[in-house]
């Protein structure tokens, strides 16, 4: 079982930057992470994991994954009176996965769907469709 610290996740840019995200809650099995470099509370990134174990009506282990990076609004410097506005969240850009793992599955298996899920998100499709917006024609 892993333990609630600290992840580090590099982002995007032509010179990945590392970002740590530290431990917010963990109610449950859900646990939440937010990166508070910016020291703006509301643009604060976050990172949310959850692992739900089988019950009785669902024999399936659902480990779920979410990123948000809330964007702010671009504000003018001060306002006629020379108060800077406080910042406010123009939007989020999200990423929600989840998988799906039966009790049954096998040690192969499950490391067979990571592998799938890590190269399709590597994939030149994904690139072109979330970098890119394109469609597929």
């Not at 970002?19 to 917010?24: A, C, L, N, P, V």
């Not at 989020?92 to 996965?97: G, I, K, N, R, V």
């Not at 049954?104 to 190269?119: E, G, H, M, P, V």
Request: proline letters at 7%.
């Amino acid at each position: 079982m892993p333990a609630f610290t600290a992840l580090t996740i590099n982002d995007g840019q032509a010179t990945p930057v590392a970002h740590t995200y530290s431990q917010k809650t963990l109610i449950g099995t859900e646990a939440t992470y937010v990166d508070r470099a910016s020291g703006i509370t509301v643009g604060f990134p976050t990172v949310v994991v959850n692992s739900m174990p089988p019950t009785k009506t669902s024999r399936l282990t659902k480990v779920r994954m979410k990123v948000v990076l809330p964007v702010l609004e671009v504000v003018n410097a001060s306002t006629y009176n020379g108060i800077t506005p406080a910042p406010t969240k123009a939007y989020d850009l999200t990423f929600d996965a989840m998988f799906f793992l039966p009790e049954r599955c096998t040690l192969s298996q499950r490391k067979d769907i990571l592998a799938y899920a890590r190269n399709l998100l590597a994939n030149a499709l994904t690139t072109a469709l979330v970098e890119t917006q394109e469609t597929i024609y």
